[in-house]
């Protein structure tokens, strides 16, 4: 395409980075298959097609679901004006990043045998509505609490974004609200649809402990499992490779065609304020899209707030070691968040300079990196490479969880800032030409302002994702460093729940902070530049 | 490239690093799981105490995120390891460890344990055990099952969880309990106890969570976990169920790395861990029974547990040779 400022040395340093990534990954399978040898390769034991089989229908249902509640919330909250709005907004966008378990048990606490809907309901009329929480009912549910608030969130900043001017024309044509969505929201949404689905789809592929949690055991399973087993149980690095493998493959067809499919051009500007109503009849489901979601989505994270902090808050801030924990989660956050905003600026900027098919393909797919490789094998190869380069794992732990973090953020920093950036390629492509502005001004003039909620949205995703991750450094072997997500693990495995929820509660908490308060305050500061 | 890396990691891991130590005090290096080096966990009492009897050396605990886990990461590392020694392994990976060839023998005298059965091990010294059982809370339980047919029986509501034997060693406990208990009827007791499985989770703490929060009537875990609940909490709701059959015995176990540098040092503190005043440490912060005799040293939340009638056993070649067969026969069970 003509309009597109020819902006060679941003495609050179997105290629340049795609490479990396994948040499990361190349490396790191290596370095397993270089331990393995001398192992014995016994015969893999497991029923792959199986497995393909029964993960792609979960995983199919979950992305269906999840992006058509998502969406039908994000017009909800589009369109609803509330007080506490913000508050919902964040508490929906922190269920992605909150550790799957927590959710898991939230879920619990509200749908399960003895959750605040059967005491309800037995205690109103006298029966139980038995346990819809568990099989492949309570792994769907879960997964869409997690994926569909994702989705929602992001939907919503794309709705949230469409300009004022577009409202004005289709406020005075008169649409309908069905017009409205069909005409002005869903092309702004098409757009952000299939990386969506792509990573929707890949999470529910390879989650692992809510689907064993949930799914009541070994029949509904995944193949993240069998790899685990592998590595743990027979400590057979080959097989684990292989299996490994298999997942890449499948997850690299599913990325494919999801970057196959081409990218719409979605709208900029400043957002609207809210001046058009929809009409009555509209504006009532919504409120009822909207209550059901809180109902469904909320009530299991208030339930985590709730018990966390019913429950000895008091003795879990008293104890240094919280504190030490609270400050290294910080840290090793905002590592993250800024490393993620480097990574996926600079992929997005190169796939956005490009018009070329093939090559953005390539340059979508290493920001999958991370959804692909099973986080046992990436814990397993990067425990190798580091102890290679003649590093002592615990001193590299920290800088091993802020990459893996920021390579696990890094597709849903792609979601958040790729499609606005092309979008900008796009339609004001030829004004930057035609001004001969430099890959530079272009950022800090046009780029960076326009994409201040959107920076901050990503920010506030890679941040909260390293508050709850950990799952990379299980054999760094780390005695003094220790995150709130480790520090909660420990004191589950120890009896001590109650520590466990608090911390769960105050990771939310700054899940919830982080969501309302970066995406203002980077806009704030974008704006401000001007 | 790589000096630089080198030099940027080691400018940035000032920020995050314990103070380094002088090079001159023998550093003792352990590898643990992590909830044993937590700081509720036996790891900072034993820290201590041993460092306050070795003449100037100093544990360092290397947490991995279970014990398997830190067998693996030994695996991985071969000869080179900085590991003197490893504590907390449990008998059933015993004899897969000792097959490693990386474990030297202890050459202590532990005829004065008091383990269910003596104890004969010349590579590994235990430090606690105790009985895989399943836990019941009798605010809801009134009658619980005395065995796994009494177990198979009840109303199929009645719902137990347990835990995957590919990556919790409470799960690949059950397995070898049903195989020492019942033999090559295990499969036919797995499709019985069917219907009964709420879930099977990937770790205890899962599963022991859904059992607190309701959600299950009874969860796979030790017989000393309503320890926890009365020292700790005053709880004394949650019961272990006793089963006729006999119970299988988790028995923790540490040892010596032939790696290791500091052969003497690592075996003063197998001495010293597996001594009155090590021992001591455990039970409250490990919650299992010690492996001698503390007397009155004994927190008493453990005198009012009951002990299994029977301790079922299986040897170490029987576990290595089936235990892969075992756990796809449950599998293939409960699929």
Redesign the interface.
Known sequence: MLTLPHRPLRIAAAITLAAAIAALIALVLWAILA?ATGSGSSAS?IDIPHLLRMTSIQAGLTTVLSLAVGTALAWSLNRLRFPGRDLVVGLFASAIVTPG?VVA?GL??IW???GWINQLSEALFGVSIG?PA?GLSGILFAHVILDGAFAARILLARLDAIPAARLKTGQSLGLTAWQRFAIIDWPTLRGTMPGLAAIIFLLAFTS??IV????????NQTLE?AI??A?????DLAGAVRLAATQIAVCSAVILAASAMGPIPTSLGTSAAPRWRDAAPARLLQALVLALCILGFALPLLSVLFDGLASGLGSLLA?P?FWWAAA?SL?IGAASAILTLVLAMLLAMGRGATADGPLRTLLGMPAYAYLAVPAIVLS?GF??LV?Q????P???A??VVILANSLLALPFAMATLGPPLEAIARSRGKLIRSLGLSGWRQFAAVECPLLGRDIGVMLALAFCFSLGDLGVI????????QTLP?MM?????????NDASAIAAILLIGTIIAFVGLPRLVERIANAAR | MVKFTRLALAVLTGLFAAPTLAEEVPILKIYTYDSFAAEWGPGPGLKAGFEAICGGCIVEWVATDSSIGALRRVQLEGETTEADLIVGLDTAIAGEARATGLFADHSLDLAALTLPEPWTDAQFVPFDYAHFAFVYDTDSVTTPPKSFEELIALPDDFKIVVQDPRSATPGLGLVLWIRAAYGDRAPEIWAGLKPHILTVTREWSESYNLFLEGEADMALSYSTSPAYHISAEGDDTIHAAMFDEGHLAQTEVAGILKSSDKQELAREFLAYLASAEGQKVIPTTNWMFPVIDLGADLDPAFATLPQPARTLTLTDAEIEANSQAWIDEMLAAVQ
Request: charged share 15%; no cysteine; proline share 5%.
């Open positions: 331990a034991r378990m048990f619990l606490s399960g045998r003895n346990n568990f692992f402990p064993l949690l949930l799914g009541g055991g070994p029949a499992v685990y087993a590595v743990r149980q027979d400590f104890r070691a290294s840290l397993l425990f190798l102890r380069l003649g590093i002592a615990a001193t590299a920290p800088f299980a054999l760094f072997g780390t005695q003094d460093f480790l693990f420990r004191a589950l495995g120890s009896y001590r729940s």
